[in-house]
């Protein structure tokens, strides 16, 4: 079974940056879309971005321009960049599989906030 830990998160004014790292074992990253997930109080759970195996990116219109999705294979690491950060980023963001798996991680608490 897939497992995913997710980091990087905290808290960070409005206009602020963070990157997230998301580590994945127990499967070989380089054959799966990857991507980034978030959860904001009260609210579903909702994509955020994905990445192919081919490196092609997605993103949710609300954070283009500002996010940039990337994975590092040879690491078995999936990263989000997020730039320009907006009190309605404030959620817990996950990573996981496009489409999604059953196991998720603990998530990551992003917090934008002045």
């Known amino acids: 079974q897939v497992q995913l830990v997710e980091s990087g998160g905290g808290l960070v004014q409005p206009g602020g940056s963070l990157r997230l790292s998301c580590a994945v074992s127990?499967?070989?990253?380089?054959?799966?879309?990857m991507g980034w997930y978030r959860q904001a109080p009260g609210k579903e759970r909702e994509w955020v971005a994905s990445?192919?195996?081919?490196?092609?990116?997605n993103y949710v219109d609300s954070v283009k321009g500002r996010f940039t999705i990337s994975r590092d294979n040879a690491k078995n690491m999936v990263y989000l960049q997020m730039n320009s950060l907006k009190p309605e980023d404030t959620a817990v963001y996950f990573c996981?599989?496009?489409?999604?798996?059953?196991?998720w991680g603990q998530g990551t608490q992003v917090t934008v906030s002045s």
């Open positions: 996981n599989g496009v489409p999604k798996w059953n196991s």
């Open positions: 127990r499967i070989i990253l380089t054959v799966y879309t």
């Open positions: 990445i192919t195996r081919n490196s092609i990116t």
